[in-house]
C-alpha cells in the first residue's frame, strides 16, 4: 500500500495531462481504474492491520517510545487520508453520473470538478508523504 500510495499522485497528474491532450474518456478511465485499486489496496491493508491485533499494534513500541510525535503523526495521516477519499469518492461518482448521458466532454462536468480535483490531488501527495515519513520513523529509523 505504501507503494501505491507514492506512485498514485504522480498517476492523477499524468491523467490530468491527458485533459490538456483533449483525451477527456482516456482521464475518466484512468480516474475509475485508480480509485478502485486504491479502496482495494486500502480494504488489503485494514484486514492485515486487524488480523495483526488492531491499530492499537500498528506501530512498534520501541518506535513510538524513541518518537513520540509517531502517533500524532499516525492521526494526521489518518484525517488527511480519509478526507482525501471522501472527496475523491464525490469527484468520481458525481463526474461518472454527469457524463454517463451527455458523454465525457468539457461542459458536462460540474463546475467545481477542477478546483475539486487539484483539491484531491493535493490529498492524495499529502497522503503519501506522511506514509513515507510514518514508514520510516516506525520501521527504519
Ligand atoms: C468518471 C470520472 C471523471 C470524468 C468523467 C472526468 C471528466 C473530466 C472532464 C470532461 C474534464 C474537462 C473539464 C473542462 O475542461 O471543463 C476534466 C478535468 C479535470 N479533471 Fe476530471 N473527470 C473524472 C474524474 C476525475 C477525478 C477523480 C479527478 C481528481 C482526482 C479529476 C481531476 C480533474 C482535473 C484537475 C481537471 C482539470 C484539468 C485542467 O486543469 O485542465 N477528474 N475531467
Given at each position: 500500500m505504501?507503494?501505491?500510495?507514492?506512485?498514485?499522485?504522480?498517476?492523477?497528474?499524468?491523467?490530468?495531462s491527458?485533459?490538456?491532450m483533449?483525451?477527456?474518456?482516456?482521464h475518466?478511465r484512468?480516474q475509475?481504474?485508480?480509485?478502485w485499486?486504491?479502496?482495494a489496496?486500502?480494504?488489503i491493508l485494514e484486514v492485515?492491520i486487524r488480523?495483526?491485533?488492531?491499530s492499537?499494534?500498528f506501530?512498534?513500541q520501541?518506535?513510538?517510545?524513541?518518537?513520540p510525535?509517531?502517533k500524532p503523526?499516525?492521526l494526521a495521516?489518518?484525517v488527511?487520508?480519509?478526507l482525501?477519499?471522501l472527496a475523491?469518492a464525490?469527484q468520481l461518482f458525481k463526474?461518472?453520473?454527469?457524463?454517463?448521458?451527455?458523454?465525457?466532454?468539457?461542459?458536462h462536468?460540474?463546475?467545481w470538478?477542477?478546483?475539486l480535483?487539484y483539491?484531491?490531488?493535493a490529498?492524495l501527495?499529502?497522503?503519501a508523504?506522511?506514509?513515507?515519513?510514518?514508514?520510516?520513523y516506525?520501521?527504519?529509523q
Open positions: 505504501l507503494a501505491l500510495s507514492v506512485v498514485v499522485p504522480f498517476v492523477a497528474l499524468y491523467a490530468v491527458r485533459v490538456r483533449g483525451q477527456y474518456a482516456t475518466a484512468i475509475k481504474r485508480l480509485f485499486a486504491c479502496i489496496g486500502a480494504i492485515q488480523l495483526a491485533g488492531g492499537g499494534n506501530l512498534p520501541d518506535a513510538v517510545a524513541r518518537a510525535f509517531l503523526l499516525l495521516h489518518v488527511g487520508a480519509v482525501t477519499y475523491w464525490l463526474a461518472a453520473r454527469s457524463t454517463r448521458v451527455a458523454g465525457v466532454s468539457p461542459g462536468v460540474p463546475a470538478h477542477r478546483p480535483g483539491f484531491t490531488i490529498g501527495f499529502y497522503t508523504i506522511t506514509a513515507v515519513l510514518l514508514f520510516v516506525a520501521y527504519v
